[in-house]
């Protein structure tokens, strides 16, 4: 069973990536998606960077120019990626417009095209993320021509999220909430296709959902979760994997080095682009408020992590102390 985070724009770059790993050593970690003409054109350092604390870890390529997603895939593995994944389930408009992203599912032929001259140029996994169908199309027919004619190409490994997508209609955000979650569906790929790697994503927010779902398929994503409670990967983690929880000290201390390191290097100006991935970190507890409250308000500086928890460690010492306690 594979554990993984998923791709998530704005929020899974390589700071919340090297924050995400502190608390999970065994998730596999996804970048945001990037797109080939970024790569191509643009400054490749910028986005292909990591730190190798980060890996196992998997690029994510937005594009369907068979020649650009392989120029892409192969910068990926040259850079040190141990996986290329193809976005096919994106629903913005502006992916549609660059004809990226869940719109390309309608395009099945063209995407096994994309992932065949992929796998040629590379010799790490190439995969793909979808959705289980889009727009009006019935989803079991849709998914499963989708999955045929790209895995017969020899793509062994499918991300779903188990909704549909609405191209027309529903902002990404209504995407992630309004669709029905169709988990059925997923397991019964997975029985039909027992030869490939199916796994899970969409809504798995709890340990209870993954038991539920841990014997069906062959790897499960987090989603919002990860990144609105950051904990839930060590409780995985132990779970699963019978990881010992990090203490919160640790996670601070670790962080505030990073922190300072990414400054005096100059490869960031301002201490928020690392803190804002951690807002979620003390969520539910005693105390969380005053933490997330701490990291917005505080002036910038190579310190704030550390005052921030120290705010956190008052609030939360005033809750257990008082009376009502």
Known sequence: MEFSVAPMMDWTDRHCRYFHRLLAPNIFLYTEMVTTGALIFGDKSRHLDFNEKESPLALQLGGSSAEDLAKSARLGEDWGYDEVNLNCGCPSDRVQKGRFGACLMAEPDLVATCIKAMQDVVNIPVTVKCRIAIDEYEEEPFLYEFIKKVSDIGCKTFIVHARKAWLKGLSPKENRDIPPLNYNLIYKLKNDFPELSVHLNGGVNSIKAIDEAIDKVDGIMIGREAYQNPWFLAEIEKTYFETELPREEYIITEMSHYLKSMLESGEILRPR??????????????????????????????????????????????????PSA
Do not use: C
């Open 273 to 322: 682009n690392v803190t804002r991935h951690m807002t979620g970190l003390f969520k539910g507890t005693p105390g969380g408020k005053a933490w997330r409250q701490a990291l917005s308000t505080l002036p910038e500086s190579p310190d704030m992590i550390e005052k921030a928890y120290e705010a956190y460690l008052a609030k939360n010492s005033a809750v257990h102390n008082s």
